[in-house]
Antibody, heavy 125, light 108 residues
Framework: EVQLVESGGGLVQPGGSLRLSCAASGFTFSTYDMSWVRQAPGKGLAWVSSISGSGTNRFYADSVKGRFTISRDNSKNTLYLQMNSLRAEDTAIYYC??????????????????WGQGTTVTVSS | SAELTQDPAVSVALGQTVRITCQGDSLRNYYASWYRQKPGQAPMLLIYAKNNRPSGIPDRFSGSSSGNTASLTITGAQAEDEADYYCNSRDRSTNRVIFGGGTKLTVL
């Protein structure tokens, strides 16, 4: 069974740091891009960051660039999100997701086909 | 700009057909993917690559695309389909992933 399990969330003061982890199982982790997506209370989904299968390419939303770092350890089948300089607006449920992407004729597609259950990050004093 | 626009709320009578739309410039290069999220649950992929369903997704869900608009159609809406629906794609120039604001579907 393909599964993603996040951990590492919690309560942190503004300016603090947290590292989220996402343990993957049931698929060849190193061959898939992975993403982090968050959802603030009562709000919609917001992409945070993505990383290629090898870890070479990393992309970030403007709202977290320079503060968050995505990484992966393919030997441990684990995805990470290091979050520094946390702000109240970073309060959200953080989901990791497996990326399924490709090309159909002349169109690309980029889907998040497996999601974890999420881990909650609360930034508050 | 790299945005996807969805209607905030849509309603449908039980058993009827409803279409949820998503508009944005990125859809001229990328097919939209569609997700359903029920309260307290993680999102679930419904449609990808225009009109492909992952294993286990009922065939009452279908997708289509034209120009800068993608649509998710639910044929014969069920009470369990009452949820939030999100589209997403990717901006080809920045490689950033984009989500629509979500559509809350009410089944009457």
């Amino acid at each position: 069974e393909v599964q993603l399990v996040e951990s590492g969330g919690g309560l942190v003061q503004p300016g603090g740091s947290l590292r989220l982890s996402c343990a993957a199982s049931g698929f060849t982790f190193s061959t898939y891009d992975m993403s982090w997506v968050r959802q603030a209370p009562g709000k919609g989904l917001a992409w945070v960051s993505s990383i290629s299968g090898s870890g070479t390419n990393r992309f970030y939303a403007d709202s977290v660039k320079g503060r968050f770092t995505i990484s992966r350890d393919n030997s441990k089948n684990t995805l990470y999100l290091q979050m520094n300089s946390l702000r109240a607006e970073d309060t959200a449920i953080y989901y990791c997701a497996k990326v399924s992407s490709g090309v159909v004729i002349v169109y690309y597609y980029h889907a998040l086909d497996v999601w974890g259950q999420g881990t909650t990050v609360t930034v508050s004093s | 700009s790299a945005e996807l626009t969805q209607d905030p709320a849509v309603s449908v009578a039980l058993g009827q057909t409803v279409r949820i739309t998503c508009q944005g410039d990125s859809l001229r290069n990328y097919y939209a993917s569609w997700y359903r999220q029920k309260p307290g649950q993680a999102p679930m992929l419904l449609i990808y690559a225009k009109n492909n369903r992952p294993s286990g997704i009922p065939d009452r869900f279908s997708g289509s695309s034209s120009g800068n608009t993608a649509s998710l159609t639910i044929t014969g809406a069920q009470a369990e389909d009452e949820a939030d629906y999100y589209c997403n794609s990717r901006d080809r120039s920045t490689n950033r992933v984009i989500f629509g604001g979500g559509t809350k579907l009410t089944v009457l």
